[in-house]
């Protein structure tokens, strides 16, 4: 049963242009959310997070959409750039008792062209 | 920002050793630590959960007995992978997180353990 989805496997963007990865969710006790960055042979690397109170969160040229109703979220990367291409996760957390256990996505490879 | 050191970040070693990952919170505290498991092209497995002073709690599945962790202080958790055989093989990897609700986890930079 996969709570956290991610449909895109891959995307490809131009250097300069929006990046705009997806997530979909399906537990609605979930209500902290996550954005992971990964190298291979790398762990995955902390991008942006945000809380159910929350609609939208921005930290310079990350920007993430949260929309409660339809259990969706959004990284929005502008303007993209080379640097940017890696896997990207999202994650998803609730207070199930056991800590802040993260409930990860299958990924999608964002690739950053020139 | 919080800081998870891994170490080592490569073991190749023979079937039927034992392998011990260490993972650190360098600059924070950690009752908890999560350890997980990735295989290629694939998203991350949590393994167990890590709980200073006591036992860990594991996920439907993965062998308590196979994948021994301990957490002795506030700032290092140790996985110990033993008697590995190939199947072991794998890219295992922790996080920690500062204390308190809606604080990220931090991961370490992953532990490749190849079995011959």
């Known amino acids: 049963d996969q709570q956290v989805k991610q449909n895109s496997p891959s995307l490809s963007v131009q250097e300069g242009r929006i990046s705009i990865l997806n997530c979909d969710y399906t537990?609605?006790?979930?209500?902290?959310f996550l954005w992971y960055k990964k190298y291979p042979a790398e762990g995955p690397t902390f991008l942006i997070s945000?809380?159910?109170?929350?609609d939208k969160n921005e930290d310079g040229r990350f920007t993430v959409f949260l929309n409660k109703s339809a259990k969706h979220l959004s990284l929005h990367i502008v303007p993209s750039q080379p640097g940017d291409s890696a896997v990207y996760f999202c994650a998803a957390n609730g207070l199930t008792g056991g800590g802040n256990k993260l409930t990860f996505g299958t990924g999608t490879q964002l690739k950053v062209e020139l | 920002g919080a800081v998870v050191s891994q170490h080592p970040s490569r073991v190749i070693c023979k079937s039927g050793t034992s392998v011990k990952i260490e993972c650190r919170s360098l600059d924070f505290q950690a009752t908890t630590m999560f350890w997980y498991r990735q295989f290629p092209k694939k998203s991350l497995m949590l393994m167990a959960t890590s709980n200073e002073g006591s036992k860990a709690t594991y996920e439907q599945g993965v062998e308590k007995d196979k994948f021994l962790i301990n957490h002795a202080s506030l700032t290092l958790s140790t996985l110990t992978v033993t008697s590995a055989h190939p199947e072991d093989s794998s890219f295992y990897i922790c996080?920690?997180?500062?204390?308190?609700?809606?604080?990220?986890?931090?991961f370490g930079d992953g532990t490749r353990l190849s079995i011959l």
């Open positions: 537990n609605s006790m979930f209500d902290y």
């Open positions: 996080s920690a997180s500062p204390t308190g609700r809606w604080q990220p986890q931090h």
């Open positions: 945000i809380s159910s109170i929350k």
